[in-house]
């Protein structure tokens, strides 16, 4: 199990604009998730270090297979 006190992870990024905006190249999908558990999963997530999340599903501009 992960404890959240220790150091939270540093994510690598990828620059994704000629200005240097950068992006982490690890994020969170959240395609197929269960709503009722989801909203959990990504506060654990944020704890962990992550920043990066996929939810373009919600917004209707994925395939939801």
Known sequence: ?????KKRLKMK????S???SEMP??????ARAPRESLG???R???KCGYRH????WLFGNEDYW
Not at 1 to 5: L, Q, V
Not at 13 to 16: A, G, P
Not at 25 to 30: A, C, P
């Open 53 to 56: 999340f996929d939810c373009a």
């Open 25 to 30: 190249i690890i994020g969170l999908g959240t």
């Open 44 to 46: 654990y997530a944020i």
């Open 13 to 16: 990024t990828i620059k994704i």
């Open 40 to 42: 959990l999963a990504v």
């Open 18 to 20: 000629p200005s240097g």
């Open 1 to 5: 199990f992960y404890s959240f006190k």
